[in-house]
C-alpha cells in the first residue's frame, strides 16, 4: 500500500521559512517521479514543484521560482520542500503526490 505522510507545516509569519517533509512507503521510491501539490481554501489543486526519480527538478510554479526549493533524498524514501520568503499567497494545504497517489496534507499558514 503507497503511504505518503506529510510533515512540517504550521503558522509562519510573512517573511518566514518553512521545510516541508514527506515520507514515502509501499513503493520503490527511487524509481518514482515525486511532486508537490497545493491546495488554498475556494481554490483548485496547484502543481508547485516536480522532482524526477534521479533529483532533477523538472517543474516550479512562476510564483515560487527563487523562494521554494524541492528535493529529495532517496537513502531515506523521503521527499522535501524547502519555502523561504513565504507569502500570504502561499497559505495553502500542501499534499506530496506520485502520478497516483497522494497524501494526507499538511497545513501552511501564512500570516502575521
Known amino acids: 500500500e503507497v503511504q505518503l505522510v506529510e510533515s512540517g507545516g504550521g503558522l509562519v509569519p510573512p517573511g518566514g521559512s518553512l521545510r516541508l517533509s514527506c515520507a514515502a512507503s509501499g513503493f520503490t521510491f527511487n524509481n518514482a517521479d515525486m511532486k508537490w501539490v497545493r491546495q488554498a481554501p475556494g481554490k483548485g489543486l496547484e502543481l508547485v514543484s516536480r522532482i524526477n526519480r534521479y533529483g532533477g527538478v523538472t517543474y516550479n510554479v512562476a510564483v515560487v521560482k527563487g523562494r521554494f526549493t524541492i528535493s529529495r533524498d532517496n537513502a531515506k524514501n523521503t521527499l522535501y520542500l524547502q519555502m523561504n520568503r513565504l507569502k500570504t499567497e502561499d497559505s495553502a494545504m500542501y499534499y506530496c503526490?506520485?502520478?497516483?497517489?497522494r497524501g494526507q496534507g499538511t497545513q501552511v499558514t501564512v500570516s502575521s
Open positions: 503526490a506520485t502520478d497516483q497517489a
